[in-house]
């Protein structure tokens, strides 16, 4: 079992940078970490995952190009690179840890795959 804790949020203007932080605390090296957001009144929903067997690394379109994934399995820490924030992004930001490997990624983009979970950083994005 692992126990995941995020940094990082905070109030931000559209057009800034956030860089989320996910430490956990044992050994990474055999988890996928994911990135899920819940905005207020909407379901959770993914935003980014890090393979731990692979490397690959997969995002939702709406932050393509903006959000980057970054693992150090050294420091058992994973990061959310996010640039040109909007408004819309504004959410409680949770990291997630699956042990699981899956030959098909549609699995990594699934909340419920995922049994471990901290406790959320807030991210306001202001216009």
């Known amino acids: 079992q692992v126990q995941l804790v995020e940094s990082g949020g905070g109030l931000v203007q559209a057009g800034d940078s956030l860089r989320l932080s996910c430490a956990a605390s044992?050994?990474?090296?055999?988890?996928?970490i994911g990135w899920f957001r819940q905005a207020p009144g909407k379901e959770r929903e993914f935003v980014a995952a890090?393979?731990?067997?692979?490397?690959?690394?997969y995002y939702t379109d709406s932050v393509k190009g903006r959000f980057t994934i970054s693992r150090d399995n050294a420091k058992n820490t994973v990061y959310l690179q996010m640039n040109s924030l909007k408004p819309e992004d504004t959410a409680v930001y949770y990291c997630a840890a699956n042990p699981r490997t899956y030959a098909s990624p549609v699995h990594y983009y699934r909340s419920d795959e995922y049994p471990f979970w901290g406790q959320g950083t807030q991210v306001t994005v202001s216009s």
């Open positions: 044992g050994s990474i090296s055999d988890y996928t």
């Open positions: 890090a393979v731990h067997s692979i490397g690959e690394t």
